[in-house]
């Protein structure tokens, strides 16, 4: 979920924070989902071939963490693309994170089952990002806007 949230601000960030031009922020707040649709297929390989799901959820929650943070403490210049690194590490952590996840459900739900637990899965996803934007709204109307990585960070870790 702090992930989706961030794609909701990220064009507004980078053109604040760096002073870059919409069409540039748009490029570059693409860069995890490119990342993603290449990564996730050979992450699938790595995870299917390695096993331990769980160590590879994990690192990728950390992952997400230090790319939160990275983008958080960077400091504020005209036209730096510093902030790609953070993006290119949110897209690794994604990747990894999503491979590891779904085929865990298996292990918890009986196969009758596991296309109404899919279902949930994904409902619950999604109320989620429904009423994500409105908080992360009022964070970016706070007088700490940097309170927002915060939030993310925490989520990351969840």
């Given amino acids: 979920m702090g992930v989706c949230l961030f794609d909701n601000v990220s064009s507004d960030y980078f053109q604040t924070r760096f002073g870059i031009d919409p069409e540039t922020a748009g490029i570059i707040i693409g860069i995890p989902s490119l990342i993603v649709i290449f990564l996730t297929p050979l992450f699938g390989v790595l995870i299917d071939n ?6 590879f959820m994990i690192a990728a929650s950390y992952l997400l963490l230090v790319a939160y943070g ?23 952590s994604t990747s990894i994170f999503s491979t590891a996840l779904y085929p865990c459900l298996s292990y918890v739900v009986n196969k ?8 949930l899965f994904m409902s619950v996803s999604n109320f989620a990002l ?16 940097d309170s927002f990585f915060w939030v993310l960070s925490a989520q990351s870790l969840k």
């Fill in 50 to 55: 390695v096993g331990g799901k769980t160590v």
């Fill in 70 to 92: 990275f983008l958080d403490f960077l400091p504020p210049k005209k036209g730096c693309y510093d902030g790609v690194y953070g993006m290119v590490l949110i897209g690794i």
């Fill in 112 to 119: 009758d089952h596991l296309s109404t637990a899919y279902g």
């Fill in 130 to 145: 429904a009423v994500g934007p409105p908080f992360v709204g009022m964070i970016q109307d706070s007088s700490v806007k």
